[in-house]
């Protein structure tokens, strides 16, 4: 019978815990014995350390020695949760490992419940940005990401008296363990300022971007191992530092408060994740935010590409960028400032490396999630780029006349730059111009794309769209999340379901078979009784582990119809109540997810769904039949203890407006039944599971297209 890996040699476990003492003593300067909690887990994750980095410099010396192909994938947000268990299942020494720690009188799990999570994303965006690493990195690709090193990632959330609170999330610290500092790769980052035109020697207008200030981008590396261990890559992120601690000119003429003001205005713009846009401030920090990301990337991606290559002209067959949604839409300006500026590149030449480099991922069908910016802040902030992306609508709209001369309608709709009373940068129209493949993320979202959001665009170049629906990484959703449930799996199927997941298919066989669904109903119970524990530690709410565990966990917002989900609760139990009827079986119903701190009606929900819950637990009529639990700060770690005990999964956003959904993906691969609408990824995953195996209701999206046109929504 076939168990997962384990390699818990006597050799293994004792080098494994003199690497920890070793930690302790030298790194932390404290005898083991003597160590605190803290300071042991940052000894096992240094131990840990020591093995990432060793993969990483033979994963970097191979690469090197090939002159492999790079991918370099630029995102806003990565969630990646915690690392130590992730790292040691996918090295393959989390058994190891564990008894180690059991012979030194340590409990792995306490362990890693003292991590904090990496709260760098808001989301399903930066979520499925930590997914692709674990992937690449598994299937052995030179895959890197590109992000900030937020030092207050996505808030903590606090729940008082049913209200929303949002406390900073302190995550980062100099001295966190799995944060490798490369101060010798710092990027020299140029903002604001203003434009001269200077004549060359042949009288040609050369533009100079002058006055500008200077920013410092220190790259910190999170290691990313592939499952085996044979590969590890990493994610680059980057900390905005001063050009100098403080301004020493300022400092001598006496203004230390000014000097000082001034540094903590640099470091500000990797302080926190999504600053308000509400004020223009806010919207300046943002923008300048988008900006440090791409232009330390671009310098980085051009440091490593001309180590090893005189010309420009093998760029695009050596570097492919990424852009994970609009924020790093200015990587199509700044490519080509950097190809024209500082490496004398024509136009035309730039241009071509620059659109054969770079590929666009669309995230959102929102109008509100879609970038724009306006003339005038980028004309403060980055004068050299608006330049640059005037020239390139200029070039672009050349394309559009000489293709349907006349269509001035279809001239204002395709620009780059929206004419009004205040001109606006479509940063999505940015990157559909600046890339050579654009792509929805589930197949519904990418028709709508086509369709609905940018159709000129898609009948100008319809090669350049397709399709790549969404994936999660199975290692961190059902090995490490669920690891009893894929230890019964591998002991029925084998355990190469861990890097190809069709091989799940093999389980289909075993659906009638009782001994196996006996097993696989004691797990889904013992996973309840976990989650039982967490919201009872959280919420002071019993719930029922024998009761259906009925779950929503999402970020919170009207299109994800958390509401709907509440209406239906007060359904049944007014029908409870009034009507005295009984549920076929007892239910529980589990929320969690963070309302953006300025989006007002989605903390009303988080409210409703609170007080709701707060009438139902207490009453005595209904309660042993029906809880709500709303558990709160959800993030990476609590979504590892919910989705594991989910017998239903609440898939119930309003059709078309979902691009895909990874939550779907995760509870449906842990055994939990969907109810959704045919939304997102959910329309393919009733083509996996068949109509038997989901249950959907709803309207479709060409159904919801129709009302609006007709007006004809009518919910009375």
Not at 95 to 112: F, N, P, V
Not at 219 to 233: E, H, L, M
Not at 363 to 391: D, F, G
């Amino acid at each position: 019978m076939k168990t997962l890996q384990r390699n818990n040699s006597k050799d293994g476990i004792r080098d494994f815990q003199k690497s920890i003492r070793y930690h302790a003593r030298y790194s932390l300067g404290r005898p083991f014995d003597e160590a605190s909690e803290d300071e042991i887990y940052k000894a096992v994750t240094l131990a840990v350390r020591e093995r990432l980095i060793d993969g990483m410099l033979e994963t970097e010396k191979r690469y090197s020695k090939h002159d492999a192909k790079r991918l370099y994938y630029l995102s806003m947000e990565f969630l990646m949760g915690r690392a130590l268990g992730n790292n040691l299942y996918n090295l393959g020494i989390f058994h190891l490992a564990k008894d180690a720690l059991i012979d030194m009188g340590l409990d792995i799990e306490e362990l890693r419940d003292t991590e904090v999570d990496a709260a760098l994303g808001n989301g399903g965006l930066g979520r499925l940005a930590a997914c692709f690493l674990d992937s690449l990195a598994t299937l052995g690709m030179p895959g890197y990401g590109y992000g900030i090193n937020y030092e207050f990632g996505i808030f903590r959330q606090e729940i008082d008296n049913g209200y929303q609170k949002e406390k900073p999330d302190h995550w980062y610290s100099e001295d966190t363990p799995w944060l490798i500092k490369r101060p010798n790769e710092a990027c020299i980052i140029p903002v604001y300022g203003r434009m001269e035109n200077i004549k060359d020697s042949s009288g040609n207008d050369n533009p100079l971007w002058m006055d500008w200030k200077i920013l410092i981008g220190v790259p910190y590396d999170v290691p990313i191992v592939g499952f085996g261990g044979k590969t590890v890559n990493y994610l680059r992120l980057f900390s905005a530092k001063s050009s100098n601690e403080f301004d020493m000119q300022i400092f001598n003429h006496g203004d230390y408060f000014k000097a000082v003001e001034q540094k903590m205005s640099s470091e500000t713009i990797s302080k926190v994740l999504y600053p308000s846009d509400s004020v223009e401030s806010g919207k300046e920090l943002r923008l300048v935010q988008e900006y440090f990301l791409v232009a330390c990337a671009v310098r980085d991606i051009m440091r490593r590409y001309l180590k090893g290559h005189d010309s420009l002209d093998t760029f695009p067959g050596k570097v492919a960028i990424q852009l994970n949604d609009t924020h790093p839409a200015l990587t199509v300006a700044e490519l080509m400032r950097t190809f024209i500026d500082e490496h004398d590149t024509p136009w035309d030449k730039a241009w071509k490396i620059t659109e054969a480099t770079l590929g666009y991922t669309n995230h959102t069908l929102l109008p509100e999630a879609l970038e724009k910016w306006s003339v005038p802040l980028l004309e403060h902030v980055l004068p050299r780029h608006l330049q640059i992306i005037y020239q390139i609508n200029e070039r672009f709209l050349d394309q559009v006349v000489s293709r349907w001369p006349g269509d001035v309608d279809r001239v204002q709709r395709m620009s780059i730059v929206e004419e009004g009373q205040t001109k606006q940068v479509r940063m999505a129209y940015l990157s559909i111009v600046g890339s050579h493949s654009v792509n929805g993320v589930a197949e519904l979202h990418s028709e709508l794309v086509k369709r609905s959001l940018v159709p000129d665009f898609y009948q100008m170049w319809p090669k350049k769209f397709n399709n790549k629906t969404n994936g999660v990484t199975q290692r961190r959703w059902l090995l490490k999340s669920n690891p009893k449930l894929s230890e019964l799996i591998t002991q029925t199927i084998g355990d190469g379901w861990i890097t190809d997941l069709d091989k799940l298919k093999q389980l289909e066989r075993y659906a009638a078979d009782e001994a196996f669904q006996n097993k696989f109903r004691k797990i889904k119970k013992d996973n309840k009784e976990q989650l039982a524990k967490v919201i009872f530690d959280t919420t002071r709410t019993e719930v029922d582990t024998n009761s259906m565990f009925d779950i929503q966990i999402k970020r919170l917002h009207e299109y994800k119809r958390q509401l709907l989900n509440v209406f239906f609760i007060i359904h049944q139990y007014l029908s409870l109540v009034e009507d005295q009827r009984k549920l076929t079986v007892p239910k529980t119903y589990v929320f969690a997810g963070k309302a953006a701190p300025g989006y007002f009606m989605a903390k009303l929900i988080i409210k409703l769904i609170c007080s709701v819950g707060e009438i139902i637990n207490k009453d005595t009529r209904v309660n042993q039949q029906m809880k709500v639990a709303f558990v709160p700060n959800y993030r990476v770690s609590l979504a590892e203890k919910i989705i594991p005990a989910a017998d239903l999964s609440e898939q119930i956003s309003t059709a078309g407006m979902e691009a895909s959904g990874t939550g779907n993906m995760k509870l449906a691969m842990n055994g939990a039944m969907t109810i959704g609408t045919l939304d997102g990824a959910n329309i393919e995953i009733l083509e996996e599971v068949g109509q038997d195996n989901i249950y959907i209701f709803g309207l479709t999206v060409e159904q919801i297209e129709e009302m609006r046109v007709n007006r004809s929504y009518n919910p009375w």
